[in-house]
């Protein structure tokens, strides 16, 4: 089991991490484990009530957190986010994780513009803040991206989206942003409430070699790692955490 107070995966006392999406699921997760690892957090999400949830529980645990409410795709409101952010100090890390869940009624043009194209303007106005030296940032796509195709059309276009624009950042903008991508397999939260009991679900989790769906943390100590000074040499990868599932397509 791990005892997040005896690692920090070299990050030092004053760094910052923004986390979008934080107030719920895989970002809460990452908000929580990243102040328990010594980062100060600014938690961002569209709702005040999740991202105020996140943060308190942060500072009730002895971290260190702001709340901000914000919507990745309006560029006013990231603009504000980040100044906000920016209270707690030098905004090194990102972690891009908002996004809408894939049973969204969305429109294809729509969608892509929610999920890959917030993720590119969160990182643009964040990068345009100014170079600070081993800079890096974590884009959360899917196995629905880049080995899964799944429904609706949007969805793995989007995540394999993300994955292209990735690796676009690792080989041209290393001078500003060291860049990375996890790919989540099935991660019990909300968005997929009550899919592991159904019928579906069950005949999909035995195609999982583990058995089972990840939970929010064990995503997050895949990102945090990716984010982390640790990973240092790590530049345009994709870290596949699915519990085997992919490699038995
Ligand atoms: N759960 C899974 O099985 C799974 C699998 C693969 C990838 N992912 C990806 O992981 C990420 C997080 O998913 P999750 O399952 O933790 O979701 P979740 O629904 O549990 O939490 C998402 C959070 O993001 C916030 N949010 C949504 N849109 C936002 C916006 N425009 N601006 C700011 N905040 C916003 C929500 O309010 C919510 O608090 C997503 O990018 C998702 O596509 C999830």
Redesign the pocket.
Known sequence: MIVPSQISLGFSPDDVVVV??A?????RSTAINGAAIGLKVAV????AS?AEDTAKAIVAAGGRAVAVT????DAAQIDAGLAKSAELGELRYLVN?????SASQLEFDEALE?SVG?MHKVATAWMGRGRLDDAALVN?A???GNVIGTAPEWYPTAKAAIMGWTRHLAAYRSDVVRANAVA????D????AGFKESDVGQRVLTRIPLRRMAT?DEISWAILFLLSPLASYVNGALLTVDGGWTVTQ
Do not use: E, K, Q, Y
């Open positions: 979008t999406g107030g719920r699921g895989i970002g961002w999400d569209l709702d999740f914000a919507d990745v795709t994780n908002a996004g809408p869940a929610m917030s959360v899917s196995v629905a989540p397999g099935m991660t939260t909300r968005r997929l929010p």
